[in-house]
């Protein structure tokens, strides 16, 4: 068992608990680095990871754009205090003050950052704002529960604009905005039309594992075939390395997806209960994808009481 | 460490100090194994998933096999508002349990199998969870339509080969309300059993509010490819449920 924090606080709870409960120390500020990855656009890249105190939650990809009519943000990260820095760095990078912040899609990783932000600036899908308005503050208080410090000052912030066209321009740099689903009810992908960019938010994960809880994978489907007719050049996902194929990120998103819809059913037909599920062996070629067994697990969270639901038969007499 | 000691209706009984340093070993060790010898054992295997990420349906599966002469498996977690999930007797067949459980914290999650001579192995890990397990309400309450489906129970059994047993899975729909949600008071399946085509009882369980809504259960009762199984359940509220299936009888 590893010893953290939580262990000791833990084995004190039976002991007069003198030392106070929020021991843990301030969080140091978030070391945030864009990289970039075409003409005026930088990609920052978060930690391989699942969202714990160790990575401050910065786990979700962004992607800072330099237009004419200002800075452009692709998501905002986990919490006020990454806004309010990603806000500092992408305007020192671009010189231009941020005009527009996009939320891809509901989850706190990509959307908890926005209060750094006038809300007039901050656009999604309605889908998108419907979901953060039902779901926000139980987002909001997990990633509390698992990120102390690092959350300090952050409310639930809701988008204020919501995005009714299919594109939008910047001084001229045009950026297509296409309203998907299938990571969640509600996903928005972003093609930079000047640099042939794709920026397809959780829709694409790359050398990481998908995550599943609000996924609806036959949508997913036909999304990732949306986004493959796009004739895109470059590929940003949502987790994960840059992808200059722009194809990869797809391929891999949809492999595992296919593999995991296949594998829960067969796992339900076969007879085996959740623990095992979330055990069974991960086929070879999905190995290269971080957190596999992690997101495997989740998803079997996600998925295997509907499956049994559907796949085992009634057998009650009534 | 020391030896935790305590003194019992005038009898002194020592329990081996706990591996996982739960403030809760002692007093829940007094009420499930009592005067009865206990230790702690790795031949017991209690697997879980790595994370929590359902707090209201956690599965655990525990394995005793490897231990062979099994007579009650126990899945419990320490720091729950109603520590006990399952007290399973495989009377016939393999000491195999796995179910799901709710977390209400951060807590220890443990199995227990007491072998034919009175003696308790125990084995178990820490799972972190986020609060509420117990205390929120359960899904069909909230969608409302919990009644209409009420004791809809799914199921199959699988012939597991050599050993003459058969994988049996069983699912009921059930609120299993805790009492901890205002206003709607404890209502949960409290015993299930398992008997053969010839009457004899094969496996039974007692069953306690933190196993999760719509309980689920994988045993593996000695039963051959085509023989009916009668499952037969009971709640709080006296309801009785039955089902039957056929082992190997496909989905």
């Known amino acids: ?318 | 460490m020391t030896q935790a000691s305590i003194r019992r209706n005038g009898v002194e009984t020592r329990y081996p100090p706990d591996p996982l340093g739960s403030p809760m070993w002692t007093y829940h060790a007094k009420t499930v194994f009592g005067e009865d010898r206990v230790s702690f054992d790795p031949r017991v295997k209690l697997s879980m998933p790595d994370l929590a990420e359902n707090q209201h349906c956690f599965p655990v599966a525990l394995d005793a096999r490897e231990i062979g002469d099994v007579r009650r498996m126990v899945i419990m977690a320490d720091l729950n508002p109603i520590p006990l999930a399952v007290d399973y007797r495989p009377l016939a067949g393999a000491p195999y349990l796995a179910t799901r459980i709710k977390l209400d914290q951060r807590t220890p999650v443990r199995g227990a199998v007491q072998r034919a001579d009175g003696s308790w192995l125990v084995h178990g890990g820490w799972m972190d969870a986020a609060g509420g397990g117990c205390s929120a309400p359960p899904a069909s309450r909230v969608k409302g339509d919990w009644a209409q489906h009420l004791g809809e129970m799914r199921g199959a059994a699988w012939p597991t080969g050599p050993d003459g047993t058969a994988r049996t899975r069983i699912l009921i729909r059930h609120p299993m309300d805790t009492g901890f949600v205002p206003g709607i008071p404890t209502y949960n399946i409290e015993t299930l059993s398992l008997t053969s085509s010839t009457g004899t009882v094969l496996g039974e369980m007692d069953i306690w509010a933190s196993v999760s809504e719509d309980p689920a259960f994988t045993i593996m009762p000695r039963a051959g490819m085509g023989e009916r199984l009668a499952i037969a359940a009971r709640d709080s509220n006296g309801r009785d449920y039955h089902a039957s299936l056929i082992v190997g009888g496909g989905l």
């Open chain 1, 1 to 318: 068992m590893r010893v953290s924090r939580r262990t000791t606080l833990a084995g004190l709870v039976a002991a007069p608990l003198v030392a106070p409960v929020m021991s843990r120390a301030a969080a140091p500020d978030y070391t945030i680095t864009p990289t970039p990855v075409a003409d005026g656009i930088w990609m920052i890249t978060g930690a391989d990871e699942g969202i714990a105190f160790d990575n401050g939650g910065a786990i979700a990809n962004i992607t800072v754009i330099a237009t004419p009519a200002g800075t452009v943000l692709v998501d905002s990260g986990p919490s006020l205090r990454y806004g309010q820095r990603l806000k500092h760095v992408a305007e020192s990078l671009t010189g231009r003050s941020v005009v527009r912040v996009y939320v891809t899609h509901l989850h706190p990783d990509h959307g908890m950052g926005i209060g750094a932000f006038a809300p007039e600036i901050v656009a999604a899908l309605p889908g998108t704002i419907a979901g953060m308005s039902r779901d926000g503050q139980g987002f909001s208080d997990q990633m509390y529960r698992l990120l102390g410090d690092w959350m300090r000052g952050t409310d639930l912030a809701l988008p204020g604009k919501t995005i009714g066209g299919d594109e939008e321009d910047f001084g001229g740099r045009r950026l297509r905005l296409l309203a998907l689903s299938g990571h969640s009810a509600a996903d928005l992908a972003v093609l930079d039309e000047q640099s042939g960019t794709l920026i397809g938010g959780d829709l694409l994960f790359h050398d990481r594992a998908p995550a599943t809880p609000t996924a609806d994978l036959a949508r997913w489907r036909q999304s990732l075939a949306a986004l493959d007719a796009l004739g895109h050049k470059g590929a940003i996902p949502g987790h994960g390395p840059y992808d200059g194929t722009g194809r990869q990120a797809i391929a891999q998103t949809r492999a595992w997806i296919d593999w995991l819809d296949t594998a829960l059913t067969e796992a339900v037909r076969g007879g085996m209960d959740m623990v095992e599920a979330g055990r069974m062996v991960i086929p070879e070629q999905l190995r290269n994808m971080a957190s596999g067994r992690y997101e495997l697990q989740r998803s079997v969270s996600h998925f295997y009481p509907m499956l049994e639901a559907k796949l085992l038969p009634r057998v009650d007499q009534s």
